[in-house]
């Protein structure tokens, strides 16, 4: 049990690390549009071409290596469980041992990557040793995901696709009273940069006698966020929603890719199927709820005449500051365009502010049936929309399931994705008085 006089000290300590005024003796860190500045210090796992994959921390455009700083003698107290952790070849071991002593290593590394005090004799005496260019590993996945569910948590995605089906009665009677999610499919869970292939599979149009069998023709991405889980639950338990962030680790970015013919034919009576289970692409840094701390916001407020939500789904803690104020983007790279040298188009932008379910309420409803969480689960957000015409997370609503393509600055158009086309997906999160931090990016190409 932590005592409250080292939880106060362990929050003091936070306080310090999201510091606007912390600089790093890392120089890239501190570029105005560096993703990863010391105020941010996300986690990653990374290998060299000599060794196996092991846990780092991604500041400025390096990566530090936390067996060296281990190995080293760097690191004390709370910190060196996580440090030992971070020996291994994902990061199950580090989101199994909670928030704290994460909490610890991340405080102690932005001590030792400061400039001034020790951060100074660390860059002397240690700072190759400690560092390694990013563009010199290879990224793996962040962990060994064991179950992944998906949930439907944005309200404007659920109407806008809702209106093309039902137009006069777009939203379900439960949409409003329980999170919705799925079942996804873990094996096909990938790191960012993996080839993304056009699926098979059964299609039938509304003019078709029979279905066919070939490759989706209305391939599509989905605009997410991934939380991970960190110290589950035991089979039979719940977790309640006012400890719900004690069991996420933190949040990287999702492309749940999607085929939309597939989907339309077989999602009825038991859901998505063979049209969500070929790709989930996940950025490979997890950004930790400490670093988002100064990007705590309030949950959207509920239109007049929604339901309250159920008391094991409400909590002031969660209301108050159960959202995370992340901006989101989609841009959009065509094989021509990759051929012209020109740069990937932002053809969306979206607020993670919108959705109407929290993570913490996705967490507990989740396990409110005593369903056992475990650590590297993760739990997409769904597609993330927002109310305005280009905050619409997939091409589905953007185009109006293709009726109205999108018109790209060299004159392509896309209903749906085509192959070469490259989806990059980008997260950060800013407000006056905070550092930017970012997600790094998200990216898949179809093949």
Known sequence: MVSA?????SLEALAATLDPSRRSWVSSANASESDFPIQNLPFCVFSRASDVPRVGVAIGDQIVDVHAALSRGLLHGDALAAAEACSHRSMNALMALGRLPARALRTQLSELLRAGGAGDDARESLGPALLV????VTLHLPAVVGDYTDFYASVHHATNVGRMFRPDNPLLPNYKWVPIGYHGRASSVVVSGTPVHRPMGQRKGPTDDVPAVGPSRSLDYELEVAAWVGAGNALGSTIPLSAADEHLFGLSLLNDWSARDLQAWEYQPLGPFLAKNFTSSVSPFVVTLDALEPFRAPLAPRADGDPAPLPYLSDDRDRARGGFDLTLDVSLRTATMRASGDAPVRVSRASFLDLYWSLGQMLTHHASNGCNLRPGDVL?????????DGAQGCLLELTRRGAQPLT?????????LEDGDEVVLTGYAERPGAVRIGFGHCIGVVG
């Open 5 to 9: 006089s080292h939880a106060d000290s």
């Open 133 to 136: 260019a990013q563009r010199d």
């Open 380 to 388: 997409g957000s769904g597609t993330v929309s927002g109310p305005l």
């Open 408 to 416: 790209l600055p060299n004159g392509e158009q896309r209903g749906f």
